[in-house]
């Protein structure tokens, strides 16, 4: 997933692209550095070379400083060098040396882009270096206002756009016609800039500016294209290279080409611009040596305290901590095993482990002295070993003079008793199996789930022979057709039905197919 990364300064001071700055503001505490260096070359029109200019090789340092006072509004420092000034001529002056100081104050009241759209305003001034024309900086006092915005065009925002426009006051390279000379005079100038940056790995990202100004009243304007190149060696630095293009201008004498190399530091851990908006899988986390404990309670309805130790053993093996045992004092007819809505998982398990079948029911609201509520009733124990009750045996007879024998009458033995009728089971007293047929993991638990939460009775829970399986499939015994229409209902539109005689433990096995989506 692409990563836009915000927060890294500009050419111009300040967060942005090359040149041009965008709406990201510094956090509180976070603080900037950064210096770029630019190689300027400027063309004379060939009618203006009665004046004497001769191009030349211009070379400058910019140095930035950015602190973030609050979360929203930061406060910068900018130190411009120019090593060279490109015109020289006569009436021209020399600018090298340390230029205009410039501070800087921004704000945005979405600072950290908290949303995909985001302002900032921008105001600066530059103070002279030197009162002193011709020596260091100029004798003018320079500085602007400006609106910058900010925002994203795609969903996994690797795609952002930045717009910019403002006032300034700057000083201005005027040509004199009358005497073929040039005069530095303040001027009002109109900024405006439009740029886009796109990051498809999330150490690299291009960049695509046009910025341009025009002075009304000599009518002088210019429009620059830049295309420039920002890699992250690390999350808090930047390296950037950039060069520009001039794609209009009148007459004036400016830079026609800008090459500019850049290195930024930024403080903190907040350099992201955003939380993905698309669903960004988590890893996975790594399992723990020794997985949580499993608490569970027994409650005894069974005068029997036989049963106590079946569900205590039970719970041994599948390494379960019985943490109490009670004395359940209401009447119950079967076993029942209430779980926290957490342990399903290990509920089913433990109904497995315990002989029989048991109700399995989960807790609306959480118990706290145990994750499994064991009611034990008496049908855990085997039939064969239900106590009965012992009956004396009646006295013998006095002894008589026994008769003389007689031959026994012919007598017709009784038919032997025809087969107890099979009762059908309800719905809820049904055994039922769920196996996964698809091989999705986790198809067959969300299937059993489902039927849990129904109150239905689920007790096996499995991988079916066969994968791939796309139909549900409903095995059933002869007499439960019916019952595995219904059951295969959640599961599919049209579930296939199988009548199977050979089930054992069970009387419905539903196989789930590809088509189930939990």
């Known amino acids: 997933m692409p990563i836009k990364v915000i927060s890294f300064p500009s050419v111009s001071g300040g967060s942005g692209l090359v040149f041009l700055r965008s709406a990201d503001v510094l956090l509180k505490n976070q603080w900037d550095a950064s210096i770029f260096s630019d190689f300027r070359f400027y063309s004379v029109p060939s009618v203006h070379k009665i004046s004497f200019y001769e191009p030349k090789n211009d070379f400058n340092f910019y140095t930035h400083f950015n602190y973030g006072i ?4 930061e406060t910068g420092l900018s130190l411009p060098f120019h090593v060279g000034r490109n015109l020289q001529g006569e009436g ?10 410039g501070v800087f104050l921004r704000y945005s009241p979405f600072p950290g882009r908290k949303i995909d759209s985001s302002i900032a305003f921008t105001t600066y001034v530059s103070f002279p270096s030197s009162t002193k024309k011709g020596e260091l900086g100029s004798n003018q006092l320079n500085g602007g206002i400006e609106v910058n915005l900010s925002g994203y065009f795609d969903q996994s925002k690797s795609v952002s756009g ?9 000083d201005y390279f005027e040509e004199n016609k009358s ?6 005079v303040p001027a009002t100038r109109l900024t405006a800039g439009a740029g886009l940056e796109f990051a498809p790995v999330q150490w690299m990202s291009l960049m695509f500016e046009l910025w341009g100004w025009r002075i009304f009243y000599v009518r002088d304007d210019s429009l620059d294209a830049t295309v420039g190149l920002r890699f992250l060696p690390h999350k808090n630095i930047s390296l950037v290279a950039g060069a520009a293009f001039r794609v209009t201008d009148d007459w004036r004498a400016n830079n026609d080409f800008i090459g500019t190399i850049g290195i930024s530091y930024v403080s903190g851990e907040k350099l992201y611009a955003y939380k993905p908006s698309v669903a960004v899988p988590k890893p996975p986390k790594a399992e723990s040596s020794f997985p949580p404990e499993v608490k569970v309670r027994i409650m005894n309805a069974c005068k029997d305290e036989s049963v106590v130790k079946i569900v205590m053993d039970s719970s041994a093996k599948l390494g379960f901590k019985v943490v109490g045992v009670g004395i359940y004092t209401k009447e119950a007819a079967e076993t029942s095993i209430f779980f926290n809505p957490d342990k399903m998982k290990e509920a089913l398990d433990l109904s497995r482990a315990i002989p029989g079948r048991q109700k399995i029911k989960k807790v609306k609201e959480p118990m706290k002295t145990s994750d499994i509520l064991v009611i034990s009733a008496c049908d855990l124990i085997p039939k064969e070993k239900i106590p009965v009750p012992e009956v004396a045996p009646p006295a013998p007879p006095a002894p008589q003079v026994a008769p003389p024998p007689t031959p026994p009458p012919q007598v017709t033995p009784p038919p032997p008793p025809s087969p107890a ?11 039922i199996g769920v196996f996964n047929g698809c091989g999705t993991p986790g198809l067959a638990k969300s299937a059993a789930k489902t039927l849990i939460l129904r ?3 689920v007790t096996q829970i499995g991988d079916a022979e066969v994968k791939g399986l796309q139909r549900t499939r409903v095995r059933h015994l002869p007499m439960y057709k019916e019952e595995a229409f219904v059951l295969g209902i959640p599961f599919s539109k049209n579930a296939e039905i199988i009548e199977d005689p050979n089930l054992k433990d069970l009387e419905v096995l539903i196989e789930v197919g590809c088509e189930y989506r939990p």
């Not at 609050?70 to 509004?73: A, E, K, Q, R, Y």
């Not at 930045?162 to 700057?170: E, K, N, Q, R, T």
């Open 179 to 184: 005497n073929l000379n040039a005069n530095i």
């Open 421 to 431: 009728p099979v009762v059908k089971k309800s719905m809820k007293e049904l055994r």
């Open 162 to 170: 930045h717009f910019s426009i403002g006032l300034d006051y700057v």
């Open 70 to 73: 609050i979360d929203g509004l």
């Open 455 to 457: 109150g239905l009775n």
């Open 92 to 101: 021209t002056t020399d600018y090298s040396g340390l230029g205009n100081i």
